[in-house]
Each structure stands twice: as structure tokens, then as C-alpha cells.
């Protein structure tokens, strides 16, 4: 119908690369920005919404993997690691099993030259990859 609005999404790119990450640690798996998996500017789209999947290992329940984001990712910003976060994005909470574990409606502020890095803090070793793809709305066709 005319004047309706509606969500529009981009798909899911690979953002951090699966690496098995200790606890209290940041995995440590390659990093693409997410302007290089999408259509710009077509998908350079307001929000992003995260997928962190958890392949291997038990969370302890309620632990979380924390979403940090290296602004310009091009070097002229520190790389987060031991207790440098630099800044933080969000958190998913873990329930006791691997699976996708999903964070809606970020602020988009650096689609172009910006890496997400996942800090785990579920209480025990773990396995996964953070994705990410871009959020807005538009009138429907």
C-alpha cells in the first residue's frame, strides 16, 4: 500500500572470523569491515544488527560476549586488547548452549572503516564469530 514503511536489511557479513577465545579474552579472528561485504552506499543503511554465533563450547548461563568496535580500523586507532576496550558497542547475553545470540538496532557509526571485536565473558572457553548486516526503513516498493 502506498505510504507504508518498512524494514530494510542488508545480509549478514562475516565481521570477526571464528576463533576459539578464552574467557576474559578477545577472540582473536580476522576482522573485515563490514562496508566490505555490502553495496555501498546502497547498504550503508542506519542501524547494524549483530549475529554472534557460538560453535564450540558450553556458556555458563547469563555470561555475556561483549561487542567492541576499533573506530577507523585503518591504524590511527589503538587495537582493543588485555584491558583496552576502546568502545563498546553492546552485549549478548548467553544461555548454556552454542547457538546464535542476536543484538538489534546499534547505531551506525563507522560502516566504512570500523572492526568488531568480541570480548568473552561467559565463564569459560568458547568458539565463535561475530556477523553483522546494516537496518533502516523506507517506504515499500
Known sequence: MADETIGIVSAFVNVCASASTADQAFNDGTKATLSAGLTAPTDAYALIDFDVNVTVGTPTENGTIDIYM????????????????????????????????????????????????????????????????????????
Open 70 to 141: 576499533r573506530p577507523a580500523a585503518n591504524g590511527s586507532a589503538p587495537v582493543p586488547a588485555g584491558a583496552y576496550r576502546q568502545q563498546y558497542i553492546g552485549s549478548v547475553g548467553l544461555d548454556n548452549a552454542t547457538g546464535h545470540y542476536y543484538l538489534f538496532g546499534v547505531s551506525n557509526v563507522d560502516w566504512g572503516t570500523a572492526n568488531y571485536y568480541g570480548f568473552n565473558n561467559s565463564g569459560t572457553t568458547l568458539t565463535f564469530e561475530i556477523n553483522a548486516r546494516t537496518r533502516t526503513w523506507g517506504p515499500a516498493p
